[in-house]
């Protein structure tokens, strides 16, 4: 049999072609493959230098973004091939792998992601998501729709990340993980964290000032469910409507509607407050206890300790113990006040509105001890005051004072400004001035020198400064007079009307004074007598010294007004709360609040090249959340020594702080160290300290050693602090490469052209009153 060589040859050929194509064929239809399940697309140049979607195949199940320089992800591309479609964002330095439907995006050291939120609803400033300064081997999983639907990352600097709809601002070494929709934080270096919704970044919550290690779960609508953490400073705790002002050193135990909290020995319970505008759980319960098992200071500012065991004091619409006996001491250890329960459960109230008449209770407060019992129920708990200091009752070592409830109420009352505590007594109740008892009966109010509450408690020399009234179930006088006793042992009956002058005294038949003023009691008889000699006027001034007080002398009165004083000054002069981020149209900064005008307006300063149109209106924001609104005065911006700007608040804010201008003998000098506060691109407030590097053009500018490095939106107009002093203003223009801050000299000549010169120096200007 013959072959034609050439026919055969042409056939191999054809099969060669055929399978070339077939081959082809397979490889087109698998890069299809790849491309809708096993790759992604990324933004590459053409030859014409424009952006196209390229696909990149996973190799070995991931492909590698490198840290040199940024790459545009997306998980689809259009139609016509142009543009990508399904981004999922922004990245470099990080590896992509499958992970099921999912793409689980793994960052490496240096790695950073920016996404894009697609929800145009939001605020812009949300538009933009990054995630960046995340440790090595965290991770994010999109899904296919580019959705996040877990993380589980470290963060190496403070930031801010979004995560189920919530922005959170957190310190370094912050483990984040999103769990299906819970939210887990673990604090792993401390500090602490903000977050809120993107939707409603006005309403943010913020747990400060967390110990190492503390965790957090908070769920997809934004609820913290479970915590355990410890703080190292005193801080503010809000839970489920409540917010509760943590100590020192406390440790939270919180999971769904029970609040353990491990208080340091010595910390003063507060009750915990409703937050106004928020619904409040009322099934949550808040349990105090000590580390050491010792006693609890109550809000009253005393201790209370179980005789029987450890001391935990419960709080659900009210304080509230469950055990038989408690003792109450002052501060400082001493025996004071010996609470018996009758058996039952006796509530500790400390709000005066959630007293419940239909228990037996006990209401240790801030300004009264109530002992209280149903009508029926017989005796209520019985309050022994053993010596020490109550509610501004003085007692000696001798002495006591016991009040006892029964069908009725025993109330001791803290003196309302310099006047003696109040004792009011309904039903069948008794109180006992150590040597003298009234009890109320029917509708009358006996004395009965013989008649103790309890034998065994000894009765002192003297009693104490008192008022003893006997009231109604609507707490109204019953009888027309009011028993007063001091501590010279010195009892009389006498009305409301009786009382006159400012220290409200009364004058006996046997010739000795009674008062309702604690410190005209103190004063000697011949003092009292003196005082009785003057005319309506010269006892206001005298009077005017008391002003609350309890001591016996203008010179004790006179520390304790400049104690106040020293502590308004320590309030107010706070760069730190003086400061403000600020919104004008069409541009924002930083600014101060520097004092107080004459008509009682604050006086704002910021940057000129920020506004200096007057009559501009602009919004100070302050680093406790609160807003003002202000109005320019005035302004100058001339690129070279002058860029100022001053706003005066529209309403008139009493205390608001303050940070007073430095006068020209505080101005500073090179190698002075400095603090700066501002708010980068109008975000959290950052505090900086540098000293010093030049003060230039005659004084007209100076320079610090941290430079600028060109103006950050935000940071314009902050303040410059030295020794509570402001001495500049963050200013665009930079000296010699220097950061440039307007100085001093020029925010003073401003201020006395605009005719606040009286701010450049602080003066705390108080009334002395003199007698002559």
Known sequence: MRINNKRFERNRISRLVLFVSFAFMLLFFNLLIVSAEDGVYISQPNKEGLLRPVLFPFVNGEINIPADKYSTVYLEKSADGKDGKNPIGIMKGVKLKKDGNNILIEFQEGGSLSRSNLDTSVDPEFLHLDYDNIKAGGKLVVDSKSELVSADFETTKPGNYYLNGFIYEVPAGTKMELAGEIVNLKLNQGGGFTYYSVKEPDKKKTYEHIKNGGEFRIDKKGELIKAKFEVNAETDLSLKGYKYKLAKDSKVDFDNSNVGIIVPDGTILSAPEKIAGETADLNLVFSFSTESGKGINLPSGDIIENKDGKTVVNYKDGFYISDKKYLLKTSDGKEDLLISTNGKSTYLYFQGNSIDETKSYVYVGSDKIVSSSPAGSGEGASLFLIPGNRLGIRTTTDNTIAVESKNGKAIVEKPVGDNVPAIKLSGESIVTLDKRSFYGQGSDLYFDPKKVLAGDFNNGKYSASAKVSFVGDNGNNLKNFDIYSNDKDQYAAASDKDLKSPFKYFKTGGGFYVSSSLTFNQLSYDAQKFYDSLDAKRQQEIAGFANNGEKAGSADLQMLIKKLIDEEIKIRQNPVKASFRMYVPGSGGSGTIIGVDKEGYPIAITAGHIATRAGTSA???????????????????????????????????????????????????????????????????????????????????????????????????????????????????????????????????????????????????????LIR
């Open 619 to 769: 919004t100070l924001q302050f680093s406790d959340g609160s807003k003002l609104s202000g109005t320019v005065i005035g302004g100058e911006y001339n690129q070279n020594e002058r860029d100022y700007c001053i706003i005066r608040v529209n309403t008139k804010i009493p205390g608001i702080a303050y940070v007073p201008v430095a006068s020209a003998d505080r101005d500073i000098k090179v190698g002075d160290t400095v603090m700066r506060i501002g708010t980068p691109n109008l975000g959290a407030f950052r505090y900086t300290s540098s000293v010093i590097s030049t003060v230039g053009g005659s004084g007209r500018m100076l320079g610090t050693q941290d430079r600028i490095g060109g103006p950050i939106p935000g940071e314009s107009g902050g303040g410059l602090f030295s020794n509570g002093r402001l001495v500049g203003i963050v200013s665009v223009t930079n000296y010699k490469g220097w950061g440039g801050y307007a100085p001093t000299s020029v925010i003073r000549e401003a201020l006395t052209r605009y005719g606040y010169g009286n701010l450049i120096s602080s003066f705390v200007i108080f009334r002395n009153v």
